[in-house]
T-cell receptor
Framework: DTAVSQTPKYLVTQMGNDKSIKCEQN?????MYWYKQDSKKFLKIMFS???????INETVPNRFSPKSPDKAHLNLHINSLELGDSAVYFC???????????FGPGTRLTVL | EDQVTQSPEALRLQEGESSSLNCSYT??????LFWYRQDPGKGPEFLFT???AGEEKEKERLKATLTKKESFLHITAPKPEDSATYLC???????????FGQGTELSVKP
């Protein structure tokens, strides 16, 4: 069974559209994260939730809104997509913020 | 400002040619240093966590070490299947945030 899964794997959309990426973990972890990896492979934290509560909110445009319906799910909604939003988005989870994180397979977002 | 810098950006080795990857960091109150491996088109995969200077961890051909300012990932007699991007990340005191370096892309030729 996949530990951290994301859907969709690929997302191609037009500028100005709104889209969502879904993430689920079956590890029973309390903490979940969203990262953005740019074209230079640089991985940067966007958000972190611990037991459905937002604990890290980096300098991210407010067009990005995370939502955690329960401990096992963390979704990312993006409004008014821009060209610069094109990247690979990774979801991750950990039992505790001080412990290793398990990453999902990533969602490649392309904004045309 | 907390920062993580990895070098070199890319490394090409012949099979069996040992080498080291460097990760230098400036962060106040390091809570841990993590090494991950990332294959093309996949998410990062955990390798090691180091928590204090002097600590070492080993796994197969990989050995990670930590000082107060940097970490090394030593690769002994690498094989082509070791080819990947290796990412270093430090855990900061603020809310358990991981700050990643830009990675070292390792290529091992047979």
């Amino acid at each position: 069974d996949t530990a951290v899964s994301q859907t969709p794997k690929y997302l191609v959309t037009q500028m100005g559209n709104d889209k969502s990426i879904k993430c689920e973990q079956n590890l029973g972890h309390d903490t979940m994260y969203w990262y953005k990896q740019d074209s230079k492979k640089f991985l940067k934290i966007m958000f972190s939730y611990n037991n459905k509560e937002l604990i890290i909110n980096e300098t991210v445009p407010n067009r990005f809104s995370p939502k955690s319906p329960d401990k096992a799910h963390l979704n990312l909604h993006i409004n008014s997509l821009e060209l610069g939003d094109s990247a690979v988005y990774f979801c991750a989870s950990s039992q505790d913020p001080s412990l290793r994180q398990f990453f999902g397979p990533g969602t490649r977002l392309t904004v045309l | 400002e907390d920062q993580v810098t990895q070098s070199p950006e890319a490394l090409r080795l012949q099979e069996g040619e040992s080498s080291s990857l460097n990760c230098s960091y400036t962060v106040s109150g390091l809570r841990g240093l993590f090494w991950y491996r990332q294959d093309p088109g996949k998410g990062p995969e955990f390798l090691f966590t180091l928590y204090s200077a002097g600590e070492e961890k080993e796994k197969e051909r990989l050995k990670a070490t930590l000082t107060k300012k940097e970490s090394f990932l030593h690769i002994t007699a690498p094989k082509p299947e070791d080819s990947a991007t290796y990412l270093c990340a430090v855990l900061t005191p603020e809310g358990g945030k991981l700050i990643f370096g830009q990675g070292t892309e390792l290529s091992v030729k047979p």
